[in-house]
């Protein structure tokens, strides 16, 4: 019996890795695909309430909330710009405590209290995968 060739010594590598991985269904998203839903419950919080403020500009949302929240948004910022006008100092919010409770896989609800200058503000956020990424498809701050 002859020794293996080099080539057929790699296929028999990568074959044996092939038999090592598991694979995923095609249709089926892997559960490692995506991140942990926390941070980006977080940043999404944090931006949302800077471009509310006048501190950010609301088009950095766009491709993290669906279409139908960033209409909801920018009423919301239109508003509050016209109460409070263009010319105040923005202080940046920040994240005092996140609790997040995933739903299954491809959703996840999240409470968040963020301090906002002097005040102090409950936010809740659901997020759902989409497209590979997570999307914020409802937000409302209190």
Sequence with gaps: MRPPTLEERALERRRNALRATPQAAPDEPREDALPEPTSVCCSIVLVALE?????????????????????????????????LGADRPAQ?????????????RRVAEASIVVQDGSRVRAVAIRVEERRGAWRAVALEIG
């Design 51 to 83: 471009s509310l403020t006048g501190a950010r500009s609301l088009q950095q949302l766009a491709r993290w909330v669906t279409p139908e929240l960033y209409e909801q948004l920018a009423a919301r910022a239109a508003v509050t710009e016209r109460a």
């Design 92 to 104: 940046r919010p920040e994240v005092r405590r996140a609790r997040v409770c995933r739903l299954g």
